[in-house]
């Protein structure tokens, strides 16, 4: 797999609150591209899928996309089973970058 983007974004999620997102676009085979997000809500939620959420999750567009997780985890202790775990693991050092 070939990671093709990175992006990360701080939203105001609640009052003096924030929510951190981070979006990772993966190249796999047969060209497929996979999106994996990573949100700072409650304990961490993670989800892969064939397209993105994240304009939606930072509040750039209302409308919600049509999205079918192939992947989702409440936590990152059930995100580390993941095939996907080196990449949230990238995914999370980003977010210390952005706080």
């Known amino acids: 797999m070939i990671v093709l983007s990175v992006r990360g974004r701080i939203t105001?999620?609640?009052?003096?609150?924030?929510?951190?997102?981070?979006e990772m676009e993966l190249l796999a085979e047969n060209d497929r591209?996979?999106?994996?997000h990573l949100s700072?809500?409650?304990?961490?939620?993670?989800t892969v899928a064939e397209s993105s959420i994240f304009d939606y999750m930072t509040g750039n567009t209302d409308l919600v996309p049509q999205v079918q997780?192939?992947?989702?985890?409440?936590?990152?202790?059930?995100?580390?089973?993941?095939?996907?775990?080196?990449y949230f693991a990238a995914m999370r050092r980003t977010l210390n970058m952005l706080g």
């Open 40 to 46: 700072t809500v409650d304990d961490g939620y993670y």
């Open 33 to 36: 591209h996979i999106f994996l």
């Open 69 to 86: 997780f192939l992947e989702e985890y409440n936590s990152w202790a059930k995100a580390q089973k993941s095939v996907y775990k080196p």
């Open 12 to 22: 105001p999620a609640c009052l003096a609150s924030e929510e951190y997102n981070v």
